[in-house]
């Protein structure tokens, strides 16, 4: 009697640690990023992003102009056109990996475009806790900082149910001093431009796309 009772401890013991284990290392194996063709992204090369459907407006990009006066550090701004492809973010996780992973913090870097603004060119937004233009995304942050630190998270409920869609997350606190929370990425509508901010307002959700050599 006793042993059996142990023996049942035993396999109770096992069963629970073994999914545990199973849950977890599939949990690990599961927060790799998708393109939207279902492949692996990769940590720290630059992709296009946009949103699942084109009826939701075309690709992310920078913008050098604003009301028709040239603007230094860029804006990132939704395409109205979804025939263009949009700018090249590299999205860059603080720890080196070669896949970029959901829910770890991360810098969205646009790359030098051409011209003369000489600002750095880390997406940031300058005070997540005032309105827009403070909290509008903006080039012009530094890698690894409050400023810069983002994060990208499963969407809750895919627009499109075959593909992986994201939203970005700012969260000041994971990369330095700041607030304790994360705040979710939308579209903010400044008169007729859809800017990138961290409003409130239900989060943008978008996919990766590879870029075409
Ligand atoms: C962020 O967006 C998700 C999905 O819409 C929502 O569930 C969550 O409450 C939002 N978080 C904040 C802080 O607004």
């Given at each position: ?48 992003i946009g949103p699942v459907i084109s009826a939701n407006g075309g ?21 109205p056109a979804d025939v263009n492809l949009g700018g090249q973010f ?27 603004c000489e600002k750095s060119t880390f997406w940031t937004i300058p ?87």
């Amino acid at each position: 009697m006793k042993s059996s009772l142990s023996d049942a401890l035993f396999l109770l013991f096992f069963i629970t640690t073994q999914s545990i284990c199973y849950i977890t290392t599939n949990a690990a194996g599961e927060n790799v990023v998708k393109d939207a063709t279902g492949k692996k992204v990769l940590n720290g090369v630059p992709y296009h992003i946009g949103p699942v459907i084109s009826a939701n407006g075309g690709r992310i990009k920078l913008t050098d102009t604003m009301n028709n006066n040239k603007i230094c550090p860029f804006n990132v701004v939704q395409d109205p056109a979804d025939v263009n492809l949009g700018g090249q973010f590299m999205f860059t996780l603080i720890a080196k990996k070669k896949y970029l992973l959901t829910s770890t913090i991360l810098a969205i870097d646009s790359g030098y475009p051409k011209g003369a603004c000489e600002k750095s060119t880390f997406w940031t937004i300058p005070n997540v806790l005032e309105p827009p233009p403070s909290s509008l995304i903006t080039t012009g942050g530094l890698f690894d900082q409050s400023f810069t630190c983002f994060q990208v998270v499963e969407y809750p409920k895919s627009t499109s149910p075959k593909v992986h869609s994201y939203m970005l997350q700012h969260c000041p606190s994971f990369c330095g001093a700041g607030p304790g929370t994360c705040f979710n990425v939308s579209i903010y509508l400044d008169k007729g431009v859809r800017r990138l901010a961290a409003t409130g307002d239900t989060p943008f959700e978008f996919v990766f796309h590879k870029l075409s050599k």
